[in-house]
């Protein structure tokens, strides 16, 4: 998509191929090379934009800011010559252009890739010290970098806080930035950066450089509690209550005494009682005795021993306990995307009934070991087992007899062609093909009776979180982290093409699903809605506001019911023929990952971050069951037969019989 720069634009958004603006008549080209691919955020002074470098020959992804007519905050030349000095620090997007146009100020930047500590904390859940203590490792260096420069960020918060691919910590944002000796207050009364995060004396307009470290406070016990940095503090008392809140998320405060000091100090109201520097910051983070390890549980621990372990799901890139990293000597991938398997799999196999488990038998290991599972799929047989991992490969497990009776067992064939984790899966109707939602941008087409890749979809601009095909099989949609659902016509061979590209969503969507009509799609994501459309139009047909961002979403078998999970942990039931809001059930106290209806539709499963199972009854929305079988997040699937599988970042891959006497019932 090509978006208008031109604020007045009533209509900005355009095809990508156009290169005047089909509304207002304006050059798409900002200065004859940048493309604005979409509006990322827009203030009172100001629009953020994500662009494309057309002069360049790689044609990058760059962030410009584009600031209007008289706007206070509009950096001074001084102030743009720090910034191009910064812009030489590794972890400081480089400055790329700065210019004036129609009275407009623009600042274009480096684009940096990787997940800020807000989705790492969607993501993930709340940190806790070691993490804390890494940030502040990691960030405190930038920030002393930035103060030398007489410079004050004014905007430190979990956005601008990027962890790379590589682990290490970016700091964006700095177009907030303004010279020390400046004092800023707006004619209106604003103050910039976020207010939650801003010191006081920066929202009375008299930033200084503990501002920035008192905002980088105020990030850490946001990131440790998971709550608004607006309920943490008492308004009475003029103090942070930080502690309780914390006491109340853990059982056990997970916060030394050191820490718990050092972040006492960085939100002292009067900035004579705060660090003076960044550096001071860090020599008491170190002078201090190290206890961070001695009041972790013994999950944490291992947790902190295993340092660069994932633990919680993406529909973004993860790290180690932020992103799972893959080294590039891991992947299986040759010059031209292949498939290594042995032995091949008999044609029969998709006929074939599924094994049950013994009745009685709580789980059965299907696999373990093999890397970070984010995503488990099943052939609609119920004989063959799919995961996607972390390391960009599909594993396939065929459920015979022999596998049962040695559980765990080898996986039968490794699918290899993703450069990066496997988000999500999806298996045709007929079982004979497998679509796969990558966090390379792209989707592949497999087929699963010889193992071979199809055909690779490409089109999204970051990356795919889920995909979904329609009752025939005809249709398969994607959609992920651009915001856009994409509906792709299949052929039975499996080659497929664009159809239509859908735009609705303000926010990354996270979850699809087809009704049993094979047409009606609905779509859910952060933005808190789900999308009602008709795939055979492609038009929107209506949007129900969960008012909670949303990470899971599935459709009841006979198509009335939409099952979506949120981030806060509940799972709210729609009918979607009525269009209205049935019941709500609290049913974890972390997001909600993963929801799968039984073949009759009569109960639902959950999963969460922790790696909980629960079970409950649809039209009631009581518990029936709760499992604890992973220690990390886990994503479910049923099979036709009744067969819940559950996959884990923990590698595990677990097989559930929900009859079983084994069940934690809930009394």
């Known amino acids: 998509m090509s978006y208008c720069f031109n604020p007045e634009c009533p209509t900005p958004q355009n095809p990508s191929e156009v290169e005047i603006c089909q509304s207002c008549g304006s050059s798409l080209l900002l200065k004859d090379r940048y493309r604005i691919d979409r509006k990322l955020s ?88 070691v993490q804390i203590r890494e940030l502040l490792d990691g960030v405190l260096p930038i920030l002393q970098q930035v103060h030398d420069r007489q410079l004050v960020h004014r905007d430190i918060r979990p956005e601008n806080l990027i962890r790379r691919e590589d682990g290490t910590m970016a700091l964006v944002g700095l177009a907030s930035a303004q010279l020390t000796k400046q004092r800023f207050a707006s004619p209106t009364g604003e103050m910039s950066g976020s207010p939650e995060y801003a010191a006081p004396e920066q929202i009375r307009g008299q930033a200084i450089a503990s501002s920035d470290l008192y905002s980088l406070g105020v990030v850490c016990i946001h990131l440790l509690t998971d709550l608004d940095p607006f309920s943490l503090f008492e308004a009475r008392t003029d103090s942070w209550i930080w502690r309780s809140h914390l006491k109340r998320a853990a059982e056990n405060n997970p916060v030394s005494r050191s820490l ?140 015979d007899r022999n596998c049962l009776k040695s559980m765990p067992c080898q996986p039968d064939r490794v699918l290899v062609g993703h450069s990066g984790a496997v988000w999500e899966l999806a298996v045709s109707p007929n079982g004979r093909l497998l679509a796969s939602a990558s966090e390379d941008r792209t989707v592949k087409i497999w087929d699963l009776e010889t193992g071979k890749l199809v055909e690779t979809l490409e089109g999204h601009t970051d990356d795919v979180y889920a995909v979904a095909f329609n009752k025939n099989g005809r249709t398969l949609a994607s ?52 999308m009602l459309w008709d795939s055979r139009t492609a038009r929107l047909d209506s949007t129900l506001d969960v008012n ?60 969460d971050l922790d790696g909980t199972v629960r079970l409950w009854k649809t039209q009631t929305g009581r518990a029936i069951a709760k499992l604890k079988p992973h220690s990390g997040m886990a994503d479910l699937a049923y099979s036709r037969q009744g067969l819940i599988v559950s996959g884990s970042s923990d590698t595990k891959i677990k097989l559930w019989s929900p009859c079983a006497r084994h069940w934690q019932m809930k009394r």
Not at 300 to 321: I, Y
Not at 323 to 344: E, G, N
Not at 564 to 589: C, F, M, P
């Open 42 to 129: 827009e203030g009172t002074d100001r629009r953020t934009f994500l662009a494309i470098d057309e002069d360049r020959p790689a044609q990058p992804h760059c962030i410009i800011e584009q600031f209007f007519p008289n706007a206070k905050t509009a950096p001074s030349s001084g102030t743009i010559e720090r910034f191009d000095e910064l812009g030489r620090h590794p972890q400081i997007p480089a400055l790329w252009a700065s210019f004036d146009r129609d009275n407009y100020r623009y600042i274009v930047r480096e684009y940096v890739e990787g997940l800020n500590l807000e989705q790492e904390l969607e993501l993930e859940g709340r940190f806790g010290e």
């Open 548 to 607: 909670v961002p949303i990470w899971s979403l599935d459709m009841s078998p006979d198509g009335r019911t939409l099952a979506v999970g949120g981030k806060d942990g509940t799972i709210q039931l729609w009918n979607t023929s009525k269009r209205r809001y049935e019941r709500t059930i609290s049913a974890h106290s972390k997001l909600v990952r993963s929801l799968a209806f039984s073949p009759s539709g009569r109960s639902i499963a959950s999963s």
């Open 260 to 399: 718990g000091r050092i972040l006492d100090r960085l939100l002292a109201y009067s900035p004579k009682d705060r660090y003076r520097s960044a550096k001071e910051v860090l020599e008491d983070l170190h002078a201090t005795p190290h206890q961070a390890l001695a009041v972790l549980q013994p999950k944490q621990w291992q947790v902190a021993a295993l340092g660069c372990t994932a633990l919680a799901l993406g529909m973004s890139t993860l790290h180690s306990l932020h992103r799972p990293m893959v080294p590039q000597t891991a992947l299986q991938t040759p010059s031209s995307p292949s498939t290594l398997h042995s032995p091949p799999r008999s044609p029969q196999l998709y006929q074939k009934p599924a094994p049950q488990l013994p009745y009685g038998a709580a789980t059965q290991t299907l696999s373990s070991g093999w890397g970070s599972i984010w995503s488990v799929a099943v052939t609609p047989d119920g004989g063959t087992v799919v995961s996607g991992d972390a390391d960009g490969n599909i594993r396939i497990h065929t459920m």
């Open 479 to 530: 959609a992920g982290k651009d915001g856009t659902v994409r509906l792709w016509y299949v052929r039975s061979s499996g080659k497929a093409h664009l159809r239509r590209t859908l735009r609705g969503h303000s926010d990354k969507v996270n979850a699809l699903a087809f009704g049993t009509d094979g047409y009606t799609l609905a779509s859910a994501g952060k933005d808190g809605t789900v």
